[in-house]
């Protein structure tokens, strides 16, 4: 099974250079995304590795790029199918814009927080799912004191 993990405002803007929009507000969300990815062949763009800086303790981590790149921890690749092939575990998608908009066709499930805000500046979107996806389940999360702004767990399901 593959699935995508995927956190967006308002606008499905997903980045600001290689920032969150909301930055390290949503300490809720960083959870949901462990549980979510645990255990996972997490498949990323070279962009987004480096903006996490580190491979992602207890997963395969699967960097796609067509830039020589190496690190430690990591298996490269230079093409989705080639990440598909790699994975040793179910297939996370986590990004970024151009991963995701890649993968969409292969995917399952998508595991997305919808923060409940808009953020100017943003440069990385993720896609519109469109009429082949469902949605099956949500939890709404208001804003409190660890967690800056209301959000929604939500989960697609492919038709």
Wanted: hydrophobic share 40%; glycine share 8%; proline share 5%.
């Amino acid at each position: 099974m593959k699935t995508a993990v995927v956190a967006y405002d308002q606008n499905r803007g997903i980045g600001i250079g290689s920032e969150l929009p909301w930055g390290r507000d949503l300490p809720s969300d960083i959870q949901h995304f462990r549980e979510l990815s645990k255990g996972k062949s997490v498949v990323m763009g070279r962009t987004t590795y480096e903006a996490i800086g580190r491979p992602l303790p207890e997963r395969q981590n699967i960097v796609v790029t067509h830039r020589p790149f190496a690190a430690e921890g990591i298996d490269v690749v230079q093409s989705l199918p080639e990440a598909y092939a790699a994975a040793k575990f179910d297939v996370c998608i986590i990004g970024g814009g151009a991963i995701y908009a890649q993968a969409l066709a292969d995917t399952d499930v998508v595991y997305a927080t919808e923060v409940q805000a808009a953020f100017p500046g943003t440069t990385a979107f993720f896609p519109e799912l469109g009429a082949g996806w469902k949605e099956v389940e949500r939890e709404h999360h208001e804003a409190d004191e660890q967690n800056k702004y209301a959000y929604d767990f939500v989960t697609y399901k492919r038709r």
